[in-house]
C-alpha cells in the first residue's frame, strides 16, 4: 500500500487513530439511542401508572360510572404546566371525566384498544388504558408535552451528551500518548539491544546481548541470538585450535626435512629443497599467527611506543634485509608516539610488512619505515610496486599478484590486515606499478594518562 508506513509503530499509531476517531462519532451516537430509548421506557412507565392510579377511582353503578380522583394526582393535573392532563372517553368519544386544560391537549387521537397503547401525537406523548366498567368499557387517556418545562428527559439527554463527549474524546485521546509511552519503551529496549549487537564482532565474541531489561515479547529473539554467538564462538574457537594444529603438526616434518637435505649431494637440488622448505615453514608461521588473531580480545591491549616498536622490529629484521641486498632505515620523531594496542601483534604486522617489502621486490630495493607522532607507521619502498588495479586488494587472503610464484600463500597482508581490525585501527595500500609500495599502520592514539610499556 502506498501510504502505508513501513514502521510499525506508526501503524500501530495510525490505526488506534482511526480507532478512536470511529469510536468518538459511534460511542456518542449509540449512547444518545440507549439514552433516548430509555428515557422513553421510563417516560411511559411514569404515564401508565399515573394512569393506573386514575382507573382505580373509576367505579361502576346503575346510574352509570363515577369518578374519584386521588389528591395527589389532583394537585398534579390542577394547571396547564408540561401538558400534563387526563380524559375518561367511552368507545364513541364521550368524556365521561377529565381534568382541567385537558381541552389544550390533542387526546382525541388517541387509540382505544383493548390493551394498553402508547401514542405520540405532536410534541405530546401518552398512555390509552382501558377499563372495564361494569359491561362498559372505557379508556383512561393520559398525556405530557415532552417540550414542557416539567418533562426534562430530552434536556437530561442532551445536558449529559454535551459533557459526555469531552470526557470521552479526552480519554480517547490519552490512549494513544500511554500507548506511544508503552512503545517507546519498547523501542528504546531494543534500540539498546541493537546496539550492544553492531558492538559485537570477532574479537569479541564471548558478549552476549542483556536479556533482563527486553519486553517478554522481544526476549526469545534475544535468547536466540545469543544462542547463535555462542555457537559462533565455539566455531571460531574450533576453527582455530584446528588451524593451529595443523601448523603445529607440519612443524616437526619441516624441520626433519631441513636437516635430511644437507645430505643431498647435488648442491642446486639441496638449493631448491632448502628453499622450498623454508617456503612452506612460512605459510606454517603465517597459520599459526592468522589462528591466534581470532580469538584475540581487545583486553589484551596495553600503551607501548610505536617509535620503539618501529626501531626494534627493524633491527630484529635488519640482518635478513641486508643479506638479501636491500637496505632499510627508520625515520620517527624524538619524543614517544603511544599507541594502544597488544605490542605483540603490533610488532608482527610491522614485521610481515617489513620482510614483504623485501621478498617481493628486487635487491637493491630501498626500505624505509616512517613514525608519524598521530600514530601511524608507514611501510615504504621504492620497488616494482602492487601489479593490480586495485592495490588495496592485496589485502585479501589468498590474493597474490604473480600467481605463477609460489613463495607465499598470500596471507601476509591479510594477517596484518586482521591485526588492524582487532585494534580497531586502519591498513591502507597505495601502489603503483614502477613507483613503489607504501602501506600505513594507523593505530589508536592513548590516552596521557596510560602508563607506557616495552613493545616487547
Known sequence: MKFWPRSLIARILLLELGAIAIAAVALPMLLTSFLRTEANRYEQRILAEQAQSIAHGITGSAAGPSFRLDPALTHLYASPYDG??????????????????????????????????????????????????????????????RTGPGAILDDVVHGFIR??????????????????ALIARLFFAVRDASRQAEAIGPHNLDVRIEEAGLPLEVA????????????????????????????????????????????????????RLRESVDRLGHVVAQLQDLAAL???????????????LAQETVGLHAPQILAAGDVIGVDAPEAPVLVRGNPVLAGLALANLVTNASRHTPAGTAIEVLVAPDGVVLVRDDGPGIAASNPQDATERYWRADHQRADGAGLGLSIVRRIMEVHQGRLTVQSRPGEGTCIS?????????????SPW
Open 220 to 271: 526469545p529473539l534475544a535468547h536466540a541470538t545469543n544462542d547463535l554467538l555462542a555457537r559462533l564462538q565455539a566455531s571460531f574457537r574450533n576453527q582455530s585450535e584446528f588451524v593451529a594444529n595443523v601448523a603445529h603438526e607440519l612443524r616437526t616434518p619441516l624441520t626433519v626435512h631441513r636437516v635430511e637435505l644437507e645430505a643431498v649431494d647435488d648442491p642446486a637440488l639441496r638449493a
Open 84 to 145: 400534563r392532563a387526563f380524559v375518561v372517553a367511552d368507545a364513541a368519544g364521550r368524556t365521561l371525566a377529565e381534568s382541567p386544560y385537558a381541552d389544550l391537549v390533542p387526546w382525541r387521537g388517541a387509540p382505544r384498544q383493548a390493551r394498553q397503547a402508547a401514542f405520540r401525537a405532536g410534541a405530546f406523548v401518552g398512555i390509552s388504558q382501558p377499563v372495564r366498567v361494569g359491561t362498559r368499557r372505557v379508556w383512561v387517556i393520559v398525556t405530557q408535552d
Open 294 to 308: 581470532e580469538v584475540m580480545a581487545d583486553d589484551r591491549f596495553e600503551t607501548f611506543d610505536a617509535r620503539l
Open 163 to 180: 459533557r459526555y463527549d469531552p470526557v470521552l474524546i479526552s480519554i480517547l485521546l490519552l490512549l494513544p500518548l500511554i500507548n506511544s
Open 441 to 453: 599502520l594507523r593505530f589508536p592514539l592513548a590516552r596521557s594518562e596510560e602508563g607506557v610499556t
